[in-house]
């Protein structure tokens, strides 16, 4: 057995005593023992109830994860294990399924979501709804995004249940509606109106993932904290006329200015707890070269976290989004013939606000730069998703995480501040301490064509079934009775 070190220690040791039967060390604790699960008919399973759900087509819009749901419903209820159903709306209905513990300690939740993207079928060399096995992998829309954790956190209920695990905690299974931009008749719905049905005091949902590079673990992933989207609709007015008699009232070109001075902008470099420990720990995995640019981001002085920033900016734009506010302009409308000068023109920017950020002052700093009369700076219309509340590294939770990534993928675990939107925001802004969780995936997929929302979206059925038993243990690490 590999010696394991770091701030886990104990708590990564018991899992293990557990896991491989053996006794506890002097001083320590065991809970009663289970038999362990038949992994190789684990495995089977797993893969029978994935495909099935591959297979629906919940695609979002227009919403129909009704199948999924009957589905999933009728598995555990099979199992003896009770089954709630809440919906907004008839064909999108959220399940929510529940193993009591002792109530020695608040429940753990698991989420996954049915719906998935909508897909152009002219591109899909496998049918999107085919659940095709090839080459090792597994192929259809919503095989990373996010039918994979639907499948883990069944198989993690069915597991606890077969298995009579002890809990001291309850734990909490949501298979929620809605997550691809129709929360309203998901995450928003269950919390909004059925929210003791899933309070807990820590949540494992998407979010994260294992990163490989060549086919080797380098890191896994685990969202901590994400950025909240909104949107700026800027609105240029200027006298509409003939294109052969140029105005420098022309609504186009106080836009293009104004749209110009914004990408130029550089909002300022936040640091937090999840973003700080991020970069220290990445700088350790990387080259000498890469890792004196990370570590320069938590230097004091400005000019340094100025210079990474500005290569970070050309060269790794995701990081870079990861220190501050963002800001892309990804619409613009204006004029409607050749020989027209328009009256209006508007662009819209995709924001995504760094939690610490105050969203008022924000605006009033954009309509500061623009600062053009003729262009008016406004909140566009968007699902706001509620500020994120505050998830810690020190928890029982991450502590947890962090024992089964090394016990399962023998690396190190990146607190990660996404900069995409989950339906977590909602239940952090309730108090819950949420952890994104995912599968190893291929880092060199997402430019191949094979990642999240693509269009040939798949998944490893070995990571699959790796990514099974490591939310089995971090849930049974969390709620087993001590």
Avoid at 73 to 81: D, F, P
Avoid at 237 to 257: D, I, K, Y
Avoid at 266 to 272: D, E, F, G, S
Avoid at 450 to 458: I, K
Wanted: overall charge negative; some cysteine.
């Amino acid at each position: 057995m590999r010696t394991m070190r770091g701030p886990t220690t104990f708590l990564t040791a018991l899992v293990v005593t557990i896991a491989l039967g053996l006794q506890p060390a002097a001083g320590q604790t065991a809970a009663p023992q289970s038999p362990l699960p038949d992994w190789a008919a684990v495995e089977q399973e797993t893969l029978r109830h994935y495909q099935a759900l591959l297979k629906f087509d919940t695609s979002d819009p227009p919403g129909n994860e009704k199948p999924a749901a009957d589905y999933l419903a009728s598995v555990l209820a099979a199992e003896g294990i009770p089954v709630e159903v809440f919906a907004l709306e008839p064909n999108r209905p959220n399940v929510v399924a529940r193993l009591r513990g002792s109530g020695k300690k608040r429940p753990v939740l698991i989420v996954g979501h049915t719906d998935v993207v909508n897909v152009d079928l002219k591109k899909w060399t496998h049918p999107p709804f085919s659940a095709t096995r090839a080459e090792g992998y597994i192929y259809g829309r919503g095989s990373v995004d996010d039918k994979d954790n639907v499948a883990a956190a069944l198989m993690t209920m069915l597991m606890l249940k077969r298995q009579q695990v002890p809990l001291d905690r309850d734990v909490i299974f949501l298979a929620e509606a809605g997550e691809e931009g129709s929360t309203r008749v998901g995450i928003q719905h269950v919390v909004g109106k059925h929210f003791a049905t899933i309070d807990a005091e820590y949540c494992l949902a998407e979010g994260g993932n294992v990163s490989r590079v060549g086919g080797r673990v380098r890191f896994a992933s685990t969202q901590t904290l994400e950025k909240i989207p909104r949107g700026i609709e800027l609105t240029a007015r200027g006298t509409a006329g003939h294109g052969s008699v140029p105005l420098r009232s022309n609504a186009v070109v106080h836009l293009a200015n104004a749209v110009s001075k914004i990408a130029a902008w550089k909002p300022p470099v936040r640091l937090n707890d999840t973003t700080r420990t991020y970069f220290t720990r990445l700088a350790a995995l990387s080259s000498p070269e890469e890792a004196t640019r990370y570590r320069n981001l938590l230097s004091p002085d400005p000019t340094v976290v100025a210079a990474a920033d500005e290569y970070l900016l050309e060269h790794e734009p995701r990081h870079a989004s990861m220190l501050r506010t963002s800001i892309s302009p990804n619409v613009i409308q204006g004029g409607y013939r050749i020989n027209v000068i328009p009256s209006e023109a508007k662009a819209t920017l995709d924001v995504r606000m760094h939690p610490d950020d105050d969203h008022v002052a924000f605006l009033e700093a954009v309509r500061a730069l623009v600062d053009d009369p003729a262009v008016e700076v406004a909140w566009a219309d968007r699902d706001v998703r509620p500020g994120s509340g505050d998830t810690s590294l020190t928890s029982d939770a991450f502590r947890a995480i962090e024992a089964a990534v090394t016990r399962h993928y023998d690396t190190v675990t990146l607190p990660t501040m996404s900069t995409g939107a989950t339906d977590m925001a909602y239940l952090r802004a309730r108090g819950i301490q949420c952890y994104g969780i995912g599968p190893a995936i291929d880092s060199e997929d997402g430019a191949k064509g094979f990642g999240a929302h693509s269009d040939q979206e798949r998944l490893l059925e070995g990571e699959l079934h790796r990514f099974v038993r490591f939310t089995y243990d971090v849930v049974a690490d969390l709620a087993r009775a001590r």
